[in-house]
């Protein structure tokens, strides 16, 4: 048995035209991006040194830091007396009695 769709018509495929096709070669960002590929990076330092200059600049940041500034820091402290604290409840002997 064979029953008829609802509604028996085909959808129309969309035209959507394109109004930015072809002007890739004209578009100014492009175009600023081409001359940037084409111009020479000049060589890094070598590992060493960028080694050296990220340490010290660790080691700056690391000491100008606050406590209020690193909230990170604040939350491992306050978690490791958290986890002593349940691991002493755990094995208090006033517990086992």
Known sequence: MVEY???QR????MQASDEPAGTLESDQ???QFVES???????LPSAEIQLEQRLAL?????????ASSRPFDIFFVNRQTWWQKACHHVASPARDA
């Open 58 to 66: 660790e080691k700056e940041l690391l000491g100008t830091a606050t």
């Open 5 to 7: 769709a609802p509604y």
């Open 37 to 43: 590929l084409k111009t020479e990076i000049g060589s």
């Open 10 to 13: 085909l959808p129309n495929p």
């Open 29 to 31: 960002e492009f175009l």
